[in-house]
């Protein structure tokens, strides 16, 4: 009963609230304790109890009430942080008003007139306006949460009794939330100190939340300055808390004791501290935009969050985070044999956007990921990831991030030599069952990727082959599975009617036969499956050196173009049985919501070329091609300006195959296609298959061969020593941090953040600016 007339009371209050045209004097307490006096409204109460219009009605029409609503509920988090919430009254106030503002602040946000409020002093409210006066409310807030979050008793461990006094002095070091990275004492679990920390992030997150109310812009000076102050050094718990954050999430484990069941059984007040954390170290993390280490100033202090995780060093701390992430990122992955028997978890995108920014911001920690094969155990549930989502248009943002990920590790000699290490796992995939190394693995996941992905998924082909060619030097033996499925790749790329139909397919041929040519130069001697697919399927690369450019050849091939709209003859390719207890990738459920992307830089402004020395070194290549130079790099001949591919919403639907509106301003010409394919690197492989060619006919004609096994063992046993070119350098495209994937970043990562929070739905039907909701 008492629940009920809580609920009823907590209504009233709003009522009078919505219907007050009168200001209410901040000094009537009995008025405003109503929104917080009261014991037993939960958040999801709070949601349904004060409805978006009237929170909007206020704010049109009263409002110095609203002001005063948001004054005095700061107000009280501030005392329950200097008090130390003794009683549990206290307590219950405290996590009454989190509610409140987690439920007002978006409305805040959405209106531009209101966005500075929380940013001036109030003057003449009152209790604050002593030394704390020159203090904005929201570094109030701030500061408030921060306090409360190392609070004895209500979200940390009690080591002794705790007094107002000893609030201001206590050592929050000594209160760190789990052992891990600096930290060696694990305290005792406390599912009400779980809870009570997971509300007050909520409402630290709802204050981040304000960049998701600003357009995308790929200014990067505009800094979110709820992030840019929390993470300064005017919060003295910086430290502790950058640090609870980061070893609750990496020491996590879902699986909990191996009970089978058990998730259902006990609710896991971990996961939900678990999420919130993941999700404020992300948005902390991205708040220098995206320049990796921006100097200080007056107006642009340091972010201590990045300072803090940039210069973690201790091998056992990268040791631990790594292990956490690799845990966490695997834990949907895991087979058993009683459905539904272990939990699953849901929040591996951000996971992945962490992993990102350890690697881009602590380059020791990337060196040490790449020092041992333990990268395997992140790679794996990556491709797994890539390869379940391919289908669904919903998860194109996490096709991007895995691709990414990819794409800057493969950026290092180590990730490709790490790939050889043979694949035993066998985690439920819907490919074709192979026997091979880490590397088949990835080919091909990203053969089906290409060849059964979604349209919307064509402009990241150019990443998917530029991380093959950065591995393929390294590569010491590629599966039979894994070779056709390149060879089925080049096949399809260079059709005439693929190639002529957008100003950069070509590029994919350039990228492929450039993997190929560094395998046979690098590592020919274990590679006999990709040599005898090559010979097998040689007409493909004599049909490339003599491609046709006269008009009427390139008008036929437009006009098969029409016949046969598709990307990838999918048949082609010998499809075999899958993994066994896999599920085929599907399309998203009718009325999933998604959140738009800004476009996504082309390869060229992606990725920096290096050259690998003698000695292994990276030297990298200055830019000397002329804009219209046709190289894989340079999709300067794409037609599209940098105004178009940076402005408007959700540019990917441009699909790579142009539409009929990107013919109306490209057509392809006789002198364009001359232009790029005299550059088509087809001397190492034509001289391959002149010398091998006839060996192996002769061979078939001489013992009437016609096994694969015998030719293979003379391919085995071949040599090209001294026959072939002079192997060319070794290029790598390494990843390069830019305004246009900062953006990327920042729209991708608060589209995870605003879907993901849906118990209460925090920013739903709010208006959003930094992307566009939409529904599938």
């Known amino acids: 009963m008492g629940s009920t007339d809580s609920k009823l009371n907590f209504r009233k209050a709003v009522i009078q609230l919505t219907t007050k045209t009168q200001p209410v004097e901040a000094t009537d307490d009995a008025f405003w ?23 909007r009605a206020v704010r049109e029409e009263s409002p ?29 106030v405290v996590l009454n008003c989190c509610r409140i503002l987690t439920r007002i602040l978006p409305y805040i946000f959405e209106d531009q007139d209101w966005r500075g409020f929380f940013w001036s002093t109030v003057p003449g409210a009152g209790r604050l306006d002593d030394d704390e006066g020159a203090r904005p409310l929201a570094e109030s807030l701030l500061l408030a949460i921060a306090d409360l979050l190392f609070c004895p008793d209500f979200t940390v461990h009690s080591h002794k009794r705790v007094t107002a006094t000893s609030m201001q002095s206590i050592d929050s070091c000594e ?26 992030l909520r409402l630290l997150l709802t204050c981040f939340s304000e960049a998701m109310y600003l357009p995308p812009s790929s200014d990067n000076t505009i800094l979110n300055p709820w992030v840019t102050f929390f993470c300064s050094t005017e919060n003295r718990h910086a430290l502790p808390l950058f640090t609870s954050l980061l070893n609750v999430v990496c020491a996590y484990d879902p699986v909990g004791y191996g009970i089978p069941y058990n998730h259902l059984l006990f609710s896991d007040y971990r996961e939900q501290l678990v999420e919130q954390a993941v999700q404020i170290l992300i948005v902390t993390l991205e708040h220098d935009g995206g320049i990796p280490h921006p100097p200080a100033s007056p107006s642009r202090p340091e972010n201590l969050f990045v300072n803090y995780l940039s210069r973690i060093h201790r091998e056992e701390d990268f040791d631990f985070v790594l292990k956490g992430l690799a845990r966490l990122l695997t834990n949907p992955l895991t087979q058993t044999y009683l459905p539904n028997s272990t ?10 956007v962490l992993f990102w920014k350890l690697c881009d911001f ?38 991007h991030i895995g691709v990414f990920i990819l794409l800057l590790l ?20 819907d490919i074709p069952v192979f026997t091979g190394t880490h590397a088949d693995l990835l080919i091909v996941v990203f053969h089906k990727i290409i060849t059964t992905g979604h349209q919307r998924l064509q402009p990241l082909f150019d990443c998917l082959l530029t991380i093959i060619v950065n591995v393929s030097p390294y590569l010491k033996s590629l599966s039979m599975v ?167 919403r959700d540019k990917m639907e441009r699909r790579r195959l142009s539409s009929a509106s990107s013919a109306s301003f490209w057509a392809p010409t006789p002198e364009w296609v001359l232009s790029w394919k005299c550059k088509l690197p087809l001397q190492t492989i034509m001289r391959l298959l002149q010398v091998l060619v006839p060996q192996v006919e002769k061979i078939c004609i001489d ?26 350098p070794i290029l790598i495209r390494k990843y390069q941090a830019n305004a246009g994937t900062a953006m990327w970043f920042r729209t991708y990562m608060w589209g995870v953040v605003y879907l993901r929070n849906v118990d209460p739905p925090i920013w739903y039907d709010t208006d959003v600016r930094l992307f566009e909701i939409q529904r599938m």
């Open 482 to 648: 894994a070779a056709n499925k390149l060879l089925h790749l080049l096949e399809a790329f260079s059709t005439t009617w693929f190639l002529f139909s957008a100003a950069q397919n070509h590029h994919l041929v350039f990228f492929l036969l450039e993997a190929f040519n560094n395998i046979i130069q690098y590592q020919f001697d274990g590679n006999c499956n990709l040599v005898y697919a090559i010979i097998r399927k040689r007409n493909v690369f004599h049909q490339l050196a003599n491609l046709p450019s006269d008009p009427s050849s390139i008008q036929k091939a437009l006009q098969r173009k029409k016949k046969s709209p598709d990307v990838i003859s999918r048949t082609s390719s010998q499809e075999t049985v899958s993994m066994e207890g896999s599920h085929p990738a599907v399309p998203a459920e009718p009325g999933t919501l998604k959140a738009s992307l800004v476009a996504m830089p082309g390869i060229d402004k992606l990725t920096e070329k290096s050259q690998v020395s003698e000695d292994g070194t990276m030297v990298s290549v200055p830019k000397t091609d002329s804009p219209n130079t046709v190289h894989p790099d340079h999709s300067a001949v794409t037609g599209t300006s940098d105004t178009e591919s940076n402005s408007g």
């Open 33 to 55: 304790d109503q929104f917080w006096a009261d014991t037993t409204t939960t958040v999801q109460d709070v949601f349904a109890l004060v409805p978006a219009a009237e929170i």
């Open 410 to 429: 493969s950026g290092e000699r180590n990730f490709g030599v790490r790939l050889n290490k043979p694949y035993s796992l066998h985690v439920p995939m």
């Open 703 to 728: 013992k009437g061969l016609t096994d694969e096994s015998e030719i293979l063992k003379f391919l085995q046993h071949g040599t090209l020593v001294g026959l072939l070119p002079v192997p060319h």
């Open 362 to 399: 602590n380059k020791k920690f990337l060196f040490f990921v790449l020092k041992s094969s333990d990268v395997l155990d992140i790679l794996v549930p990556i491709l797994y990831y890539l390869n379940d989502a391919r289908a669904d248009q919903s998860r194109v943002g996490l096709m």
């Open 343 to 352: 939990k699953k978890i849901q929040f591996h995108q951000e996971l992945l």
């Open 64 to 92: 110095s009430n609203l002001a005063t609503l948001c004054y005095k509920a700061v107000e009280k988090l501030v005392q329950g942080a200097e008090s130390g919430c003794p009683s549990e009254k206290e307590k219950q």
């Open 175 to 200: 209160y760190i939330w789990e052992a891990g990275v600096g930290f060696a004492q694990s305290p005792p679990l406390n599912y009400i100190h779980d809870l009570n920390r997971t509300e007050l």
